[in-house]
């Protein structure tokens, strides 16, 4: 999946647009919600050269805190900031030799900083929007191989012994879902994509790799509790 030029001005807009308090004249609404979000990344690297893979998962989870700051019509408006672990990576695979194996484990500190548009009642369902701006912070990874590697040709293998060479990930973010608003708090099923547009591996003319990005679709449900309404 790749997001044009145009696309990410378009997201940045609407996070943009989203999160200046004073850029329309709406209902005010004040409200401060935190809690806790958790779920699962499938994950994928583009590279290039291409190396064959199929989706990894793996675990996200961390805080959250979103901030309502009017409706303007019947749009919900504010922001939402998490602070996340989340692990990323690829897991290699051949049809045709499923004797090898490569797996890489990619554990990240991410900052989302994402718009939040919502459609619903005050008190009941609503459909929200997330888009914006991530980052992310490398803090470890692991491995596992298995087969003679050595013995198959025309297959990259540069990327098996290389460690992460650029330990800070950017890109762009962007989800759909559901939230049940009640007494008890809100509770919010999402679905959401993260493409980066930085590279783990260094990409000058001279090295091996002239791309290599994260791509992760996560499902996660997150529950919050109003600070202030």
């Known amino acids: 999946m790749k997001l044009g030029k145009t696309g990410i001005a378009l997201l940045l807009m609407i996070w943009g647009c989203a999160t200046d308090l004073h850029a329309q004249i709406g209902e005010q609404r004040y409200n401060l919600a935190v809690g806790v979000n958790g779920g699962i990344n499938l994950n994928s690297v583009s590279f290039s050269p ?30 939402q900031i998490e602070v996340n672990f989340s692990q990323h990576g690829w897991d290699e695979f051949y049809e045709d030799y499923p004797e090898l194996q490569y797996t890489r484990k990619m554990n990240y500190v991410e900052i989302p900083l994402l718009a939040h548009l919502a459609f619903g009642k005050d008190r009941g369902l609503q459909f929200f ?4 701006p991530q980052v992310g912070f490398f803090l470890s990874d692991s491995y596992t191989i298995s ?19 650029n330990k800070f990930d950017y890109g762009i973010a962007g989800g759909a879902g559901l939230e049940l608003r009640t007494k008890a708090g809100n509770f919010l099923v999402e679905g959401r994509y993260y493409y980066a547009l930085s590279d783990f591996y260094k990409s000058t003319k001279k090295d091996y790799f002239a791309r290599s990005a994260h791509g992760v679709i996560t499902a996660k449900i997150t529950y919050l509790f109003d600070l202030r309404k």
């Open 50 to 79: 291409s190396v064959r893979q199929k989706n990894l998962m793996g675990i996200t989870g961390g805080v959250t805190a979103r901030y309502i700051s009017e409706k303007y019509f019947s749009m919900i408006c504010g922001a």
């Open 147 to 165: 087969g003679d590697w050595d013995n198959f040709t025309g297959i990259t293998v540069e990327q098996h012994d290389k460690t992460v060479e």
């Open 129 to 132: 929007i997330h888009a914006g």
